[in-house]
């Protein structure tokens, strides 16, 4: 059945499944931190080198190869940059050493963002107790870990051609963030997957050749979301804003599935709740963000037209390019009458731009300051999805002639 | 037509190749890392270039003592960098403000009355009163 769908090719299946492995691994392992446990790497990579079994495909040995160097990269580098010294494996130092993932919650040292969350952190936790010790090398390798499930998903769910182009564009678009031990390029690219999944939801929904069945797409979907809304504060704003343009596709379906699907959806955020928000509430930990007089510093910011002409020049700097490649996919789409695959993703690519334009007006530091070190990094996530969905759009296009011509 | 079109497939394939190749060496040559330090990776006590030689002479002397926690100097708690490194450097062993011994690079930043514990090049600890 899978074999004739252009857009799935059911060759493809175990790099599939093994990217749903890999991505259920990562949160087991945190909840197994959760309760003094770890996961051992080792079955994360065993579970990884069954893409081997794909070693006739090209996308395969693209995809070895890549993972190969940055393994390398990793291995020759330290961890320097402030937000991976000072939050990520900080957290993740605490994890081994007191072997909970709940150790940052005593709020030591206050600067340390110990609302975080630590799916990330809990990996490469894991990886140093692999080894035996904490040293400023070894943990890095999570980064890596963590990139390869998504890496996988765009594996299976492209072909060569599409592949190799979305993977240069990680590289373009994430630059240096994807392996300095930021947490930003990793949910970039977790995000990007999500909305090329969800474009395959909606693809799903109403048509003729998407014969994936719709549990695959929303349990792979739901694990992505799990994913995202441990990465990082903003994985909650992405994790929602995805899921409310989620919803509309249950419109079409009938009653009982809508109601599965739904409930299969809403674990992910159940799962967070428990394993992460709760703890926090508990130990009365709270973010910088939405501190209280949010709506003072919002007007403060709106009436200052120096801070408003400097965010705007800063989005426009990072995003402007992004937005005019999202105007033409959008109108490229219309035009092939394949709008509803692309409309609910560019739908989350502007709503997250523009939250994120909104947190920066509410910001409680200097807008100078958290533009300079901030920016970049933040706005990288809806400019990756552009990416992989102009990549999708136009694949699938050509996929979807080809599909017509020779079936 | 149809041997148009998989012609420019072909093409396209190897564009892709060559686009994603040239992308990788750029992203290999910009990245900070040395190949040499591969063979290092898996040393126990590897360093980071952020870490100074003050704070990785405070780690040989909480690894010596006892205490569990430490104290800096006024001068090293007023630079934010030094703060920040030997909190995370140092970690499981905690850096506290106060019924700790005190890392002072020179026994005039602290108050009269202090005991050397312990000494390195650029750092010593005192247990002050």
Known sequence: MIAHNPLFSSKFDVLWGVAAFLLAFNLLNTLAWAFGFYLHPVAYCVAASLILLEWRKSNMWVLFATISVFVVITLGSSIAVWDARSIWFFHAKRIFFEATLYAQLDKYPGWSHSDYPTLFPALAASVARAFGYWNETLPKLAVVLLLTPALLFFASAFRTASFNFLLAGVLIVCGSALLNGNVDAILALYCAAASVLLAKIYYKALDRVENTPGWYLNAMFALFLANILLLKNEGLLAALMLWVCWLPHLYSRPAKSAISQLAILSLPFIFYFFVWKLPLINNQVTGDTFLPGMQARLFATLSNADDLIELTATFARICGFYIACLALIVAFSIRQKMAIRVIPIAVFICGYWAALFVIYLMSPHGLTWILATSADRTWMVPNLCVVALGIYALGSQRLEINHTKFA | ?129
């Open chain 2, 1 to 129: 037509m149809i041997k148009r079109a998989r012609l420019t497939k072909r093409y396209m394939l190897y564009l892709s190749y060559a686009f994603l190749l040239v992308v990788l060496v750029f992203f290999t040559k910009n990245e900070p890392w040395r190949f040499q330090d591969i063979a290092i990776a898996t040393d126990k006590d590897r360093p980071s270039p952020a870490i100074l030689q003050i704070i990785l002479d405070m780690k040989v002397i909480a690894g010596a003592g006892t205490s569990k926690s430490f104290q800096l100097s006024p001068p090293l708690l007023a630079d934010p960098y030094i703060v920040q490194r030997a909190t995370e450097f140092l970690y499981p062993y905690q850096i506290v403000d106060k019924n700790a011994p005190t890392f002072a690079v020179d026994r005039n930043e602290l108050v009269k009355g202090c005991q050397l514990i312990a000494k390195r090049t650029a750092v010593a600890a005192y247990d002050c009163p």
